[in-house]
Structure formats: structure tokens, C-alpha cells
């Protein structure tokens, strides 16, 4: 077996030097800040506990199919409690639509909110559910390059499936008249950091598999599951290092690695012509040793610190980054009534908002406001009679020093905006605290504090990611910035994606 040092600590590193341990390799983990879990974090404070990342679960059988890699069963490591409705949303008109679990059930609260419309969104939910079962066949099962789709034999119906050459507000407009409903469907672009204007109409899967398997609370805060991968890693004796910052991608004949800086692979190319092997990394000036690098970390960061290159940086710079985000964290006196655990907030004009975050790039002037209120499903979360309220809006990736009003402007913006609908908020504030794209940025250390590294938008997006073998032999990419995405349930597939590379590549020879 061989020795594996995984770069970073978020979910997806986490992840991958979980299998890799269960398979009998020697792994090392190294993370710069000083706990795991990369996004999947919280923040404690008089008694309020406070999400800074993913809300909500979907497809919790990823996690699974990992513990069981592990030797263990998730009902083991956490409990989970099922989510209904999914999302209130909340347009301007005044209207509600309660997302509801169950398919059946929730096609009928859309023919109550529109006549005629529920029989438009049973065939937009049957359109997800052919576009996720192919996707799972041709992008999701290996690396997303030709000989990989030519091995899964990717059939033509399997690339059709996902409607080519559409974005998911064409799709929207196709099966729905309603507009309110059209901008339901194109706030899943979202989701991967995007514009629903510019973004492939695949992701329009995402409410598919919301209201067919489920969306799901963590019972005590999505920071427990960082926790459970956390004993995981233990129990398979995976040696962690948190403040430890990797400063650079050593190759096997010593010297650190620089990539090319003209021609040679690119993101999304399946490691031929690799200049070199993986051999190791750079740590506080040490070398450690590996036959074998996975990096979790940024695509852009690696390709600009710790294997730089020019060339494969200026094809990511061409991608260009996701959104990132407005957070803000809210103490509240007294419980909101109207508010379900997951609410969304519309905006007027959803073309305006994207225009201001990918074409002007500044935060949007009328924001849609996602309104997390976890006290629905977790009275531990505040102190009793009061509740925690994350509010998050989609911003431009980049630093808050170009907006054109500041962070605390934006704030009052938001909570003005929640009183403006009902909710009373702004009075019964106790603090709020807020990060911006240049927190995350320090945080993560993500590219100009994109939330989902490289953006989605782009009709042909999913095939110009970074892909997950690097320009070095035993060099591998995981996590949010590279094949297949961001999101809890992508980077635990990519995870897999990773670990079965490595048992192919050592099988074959190619390292």
C-alpha cells in the first residue's frame, strides 16, 4: 500500500482519505486552519448556534455508502430528521409556496398557488429524475474526460438527457408560465454559484432529488456530520495535522514542483503527459514524503502556490469564479412566526440581481434573502423563547472594497428588508455579526472568496472544470472547485471518484 498525504480538511479531503485509509493506505491529512471540515462549520456564541455553510442535506445514502467503507453505519455516527417542507418561498406579491416533500403532495400546493400549473411541475420533477439518472451514468460515475465517458459507454440519450445548449431559465420557461414559478425553478442555479441566465439547464435535477430522496437536518447542526467523518478518520487511524499549512507539491526527484507554463495538461485532462510524479509536500519547511497527493484545497490556489502554473491558471481565470456570499448571523428575542426552517426571500427582478453580481459586480441592489431559522427543527440551537437566523444573499466574488455601499450598509439593507415583509426582525436584534467575500476568502482560502470555486456558467460548464488527475503522476484534485462540484453530496462523489483513480492508476501502473 502507499503513502498518501491528503491536502486540506473540508468534506471532500475528509472524505477521500477515509476510503483511501479503508483500503488499506497509509494517509496523512493536513489542514491550515485549526479544526476540519472546510465550509461545514458553525459559530457558538451566549448560547446561539449559528450554520456558516451547507443548511440542509440531500442524498444522505453518499454518506452512507462512505461510512460503510469505514466498517460503519451512519444512523451510528448522527441522526437525521427529515425536512418539510424543503423551502418556503416568499415572492413579492405576497404569495407563499410551501416546497413539500413529498412529490405528490407537493405537485398539488403548486396547482393551489397557480391553477393549471401542478401538472407542469410533476413533468418538470419527471424531466429531473431522467436528467439525475443519466447524469449519474455519464458525469458522475469516473472523471468527466473522453476516455473516461468512452469506458462508462455515455451513451447520446445520456448526454440529450440534460437538455445541451439550454440554460435552466430556458428550461423554466419550458415547463412553466407562471413567472413566479419560472423564478422557483432558476434559483437552483444557486446552488453551484451561478446564474440561472448563464448556467446549464442540469441543474435543474436539484428539486428531483430534494422531494425524491429527501432533504434533511442533522440533528444538533450540519457540523455534526464534519464531526462523524472526524471519528471516521480516527477509527481508520488517519494521522491529522490542523495548523499546518502545505506550502508546496514536492516532486518524486526532490525539488518543489512547478507546472507548465505553456501547453501541457489543463483542468479537465486525465494526467497524460504529466511532467513528473507526485512526491510529497511541503510543510513549516519540512518535506513529508507520499507516493501519492490529493488536494482539497482551491484549484486556483493549487495551481497558483503549490504547483504553479501559468498556463492552467489562465484557463481557470477564463472559467471565471462562482459567486460568493453575504452572511449575516442574526440573535434574535422571540420566535418569528411565518418562517419555516428553510425560507427564501424573492427579489423583483431576478435578471437585475444577476446582472449586478456577474455583470456589474457589485452586490445586487433588491437581493433575494435566504432566511435559515434552524429553531424550527432544533430548539437547542438558541436559548429558550429566542432564536438563531442566518441570513445569506448571493454577492460577487472579490473584495467588499469595490461594492458600492459598505458591509454594515448592506446589513440594514437586509433586515429592512425582512421587516418590509412582516417579520419584524430588526427590533428584537441581540448582535449580528457578518463575513463577507474577503472572510471567506481568509477563511478558505478560495478563490476571491468564491463559495464553489470555478462558476457553472456556461452552457458546456460541468466539462471545463479543473478535472481530478493533476498534470503529475500521483497527483489528484477533490472538492468543490473540480469535477463533479461543490455541494455536501458532489465532493463526497468526488471523493469517490478520487479513491477509485488511485486503485485504478495502482493497478495499471500509472504511478
Request: glycine letters at 14%; aromatic letters at 8%; hydrophobic letters at 40%.
Amino acid at each position: 500500500m502507499s503513502d498518501v498525504v491528503v491536502i486540506g480538511g473540508g468534506v471532500g479531503s475528509m472524505a477521500t482519505a477515509i476510503r483511501l485509509a479503508a483500503r488499506g493506505h497509509q494517509v496523512q491529512l493536513f489542514e491550515r486552519r485549526h479544526e476540519l471540515g472546510g465550509k461545514l462549520t458553525e459559530r457558538r456564541r451566549d448560547g446561539f448556534v449559528f450554520g456558516l455553510g451547507p443548511s440542509l442535506l440531500t442524498l444522505p445514502d453518499l454518506f452512507g455508502a462512505l461510512a460503510a467503507e469505514a466498517g460503519r453505519k451512519l444512523d451510528e455516527l448522527v441522526t437525521l430528521t427529515k425536512i418539510d417542507p424543503v423551502c418556503r418561498y416568499h415572492f413579492p406579491d405576497g404569495s407563499v409556496l410551501d416546497a413539500r416533500s413529498d412529490p405528490g403532495t407537493m405537485a398539488a400546493e403548486v396547482e393551489r398557488f397557480s391553477p393549471g400549473q401542478g401538472q407542469a411541475w410533476q413533468r418538470f420533477f419527471e424531466w429531473g429524475q431522467r436528467c439525475w439518472a443519466a447524469s449519474e451514468r455519464a458525469f458522475l460515475s469516473g472523471p468527466l474526460d473522453l476516455p473516461g465517458l468512452t469506458r462508462r459507454q455515455a451513451s447520446l440519450s445520456d448526454l440529450f438527457a440534460s437538455a445541451p445548449g439550454q440554460t435552466l431559465a430556458g428550461l423554466a420557461r419550458r415547463f412553466f408560465t407562471d413567472p413566479r414559478l419560472i423564478q422557483y425553478a432558476c434559483r437552483y442555479a444557486t446552488y453551484s454559484g451561478s446564474s440561472p441566465y448563464q448556467a446549464p439547464a442540469a441543474v435543474g435535477c436539484i428539486p428531483y432529488l430534494e422531494h425524491s430522496r429527501g432533504a434533511w437536518y442533522v440533528d444538533g447542526g450540519l457540523a455534526r456530520l464534519r464531526d462523524a467523518l472526524a471519528r471516521l478518520l480516527a477509527d481508520l487511524g488517519v494521522v491529522v495535522h490542523t495548523g499546518a499549512t502545505v506550502s508546496r507539491v514536492l516532486t518524486a526527484d526532490g525539488p518543489a514542483a512547478t507546472g507548465p507554463d505553456t501547453g501541457g495538461p489543463g483542468p479537465g485532462w486525465p494526467g497524460r503527459g504529466a511532467r513528473g510524479r507526485a512526491g510529497g509536500v511541503l510543510v513549516a519547511g519540512e518535506r513529508v514524503p507520499a507516493d501519492i497527493v490529493v488536494c482539497g484545497a482551491d484549484s486556483a490556489r493549487l495551481y497558483r502556490d503549490l504547483y504553479p502554473s501559468r498556463a492552467i491558471r489562465r484557463r481557470i481565470a477564463r472559467i471565471g469564479p462562482s459567486s460568493s456570499g453575504f452572511l449575516m448571523l442574526a440573535a434574535l428575542r422571540g420566535r418569528t412566526a411565518g418562517l419555516a426552517h428553510h425560507n427564501v426571500l424573492f427579489s423583483a427582478d431576478y435578471r437585475a440581481e444577476f446582472a449586478d453580481i456577474f455583470g456589474r459586480r457589485r452586490p445586487p441592489a433588491d437581493p433575494t434573502i435566504y432566511v435559515g431559522r434552524p429553531a424550527a427543527e432544533d430548539p437547542a440551537s438558541a436559548p429558550p423563547g429566542q432564536e438563531s437566523m442566518t441570513l445569506l444573499v448571493n454577492v460577487p466574488a472579490g473584495s467588499p472594497e469595490d461594492w458600492d455601499r459598505s458591509p454594515a450598509d448592506y446589513g440594514e439593507l437586509l433586515l429592512g428588508k425582512l421587516d418590509a415583509a412582516g417579520l419584524g426582525v430588526r427590533d428584537r436584534v441581540l448582535f449580528t455579526e457578518t463575513l463577507t467575500p474577503a472572510d471567506f476568502e481568509r477563511r478558505y482560502d478560495g478563490w476571491l472568496g468564491s463559495i464553489y470555486g470555478t462558476s457553472h456558467n456556461g452552457r458546456l460548464a460541468p466539462f471545463r472544470r479543473p478535472g481530478n488527475r493533476g498534470p503529475l503522476a500521483g497527483l489528484y484534485l477533490v472538492g468543490g472547485s473540480v469535477h463533479p462540484g461543490g455541494g455536501l453530496p458532489l465532493v463526497v462523489i468526488g471523493s469517490r471518484i478520487v479513491a477509485d483513480l488511485v486503485t485504478e492508476d495502482l493497478a495499471t501502473g500509472r504511478i
